[in-house]
């Protein structure tokens, strides 16, 4: 049963929510940033740790290849919020819409209403989130570039820094060979803001991550609809008294 479809049993109305296009994004999206998170925490005390300067290529490496797969998922998501239907949506999805005001007004007086998407504090999360997530992206992608020369800015950046630009493919990460030293100097300066946008988004990503899976777990007892379940089926099961 599609598309908000529903399915009476007893006294819970089970409703279809969760696209499987969803689904496949969310979990796809957890395993990817777990890996990302441990990667790259092992990145951030690299030095601490005494890790040599070629096991540090091969974990950027190895980053930034599972960032490929978190970037091609988020590029998959953000797109089927312009052309995906019902809950796929944006509008249904972030806190952007005219009603959201009132939804949060009402939602913090508790007002029993059972959702069947996300709450107003769902949607705030959710925005959080996807900024934070989207913030990782284009930052990863860009110092992937700086770093070890990887697409889509790693051609760019070495060619930037060369001092034989017919002889780019002979610049490789952490060695001076070809690389004129001013050149590389700016490069850097243009990287800064980028790997500190990084490491402040890694941060903040580290506090909602547990807030979101608190907050799932509080709505669960709250409004007792499957929600923490509904992402694995794509069914919520709705109280038939509050439809
Ligand atoms: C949720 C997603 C991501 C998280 C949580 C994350 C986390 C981190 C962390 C904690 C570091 C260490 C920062 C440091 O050493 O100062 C790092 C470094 C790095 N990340 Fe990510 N990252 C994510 C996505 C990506 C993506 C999508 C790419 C590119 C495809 C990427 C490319 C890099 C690179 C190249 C570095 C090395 C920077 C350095 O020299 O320290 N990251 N990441």
Redesign the pocket.
């Given at each position: 049963m599609k598309n908000g479809q529903q399915n009476t049993t007893s006294s819970f109305v089970k409703t279809f929510v969760w696209s499987r296009n969803i689904r496949l994004f969310h979990w796809l999206n957890v395993l990817s940033?777990l890996l990302?998170?441990i990667v790259?925490?092992i990145?951030?005390f690299?030095s601490n740790l005494g890790i040599s300067t070629n096991g540090k290529i091969l974990l950027?490496t190895i980053?930034?290849s599972i960032?490929?797969i978190?970037?091609a998922n988020l590029i998959f998501r953000i797109l089927l919020g312009f052309i995906g239907k019902g809950f796929e949506r944006w509008g249904q999805t972030l806190p952007f819409n005219k009603v959201f005001n009132q939804d949060l007004a009402d939602f913090k007086q508790n007002k029993g209403k059972v959702y069947k998407g996300h709450n107003p504090m769902g949607k705030l999360m959710v925005g959080a989130l996807m900024l934070s997530?989207s913030v990782?992206?284009v930052s990863?992608?860009v110092?992937?570039g700086t770093?070890?020369y990887y697409p889509p800015f790693g051609k760019y950046f070495a060619s930037s820094i060369a001092q034989d630009k017919s002889q780019i493919s002979i610049i490789k990460p952490y060695s001076k060979e070809n690389v004129d030293a001013n050149a590389y100097k700016e490069m850097r300066s243009v990287r800064k803001p980028f790997?500190t946008a990084?490491?402040y988004s890694?941060y903040f990503?580290l506090l909602l991550i547990p807030l979101h899976i608190l907050a799932v777990c509080l709505v669960e007892r709250r409004e007792k609809n499957s929600i923490v379940s509904s992402m694995i089926h794509g069914y919520k099961y709705l109280p038939k008294d509050k439809e």
């Open positions: 940033v990302l998170i790259g925490s990145i951030y690299a950027k980053h930034v960032g490929y978190f970037a997530l990782q992206m990863g992608l110092i992937a770093d070890i790997i990084h490491v890694f990503l």
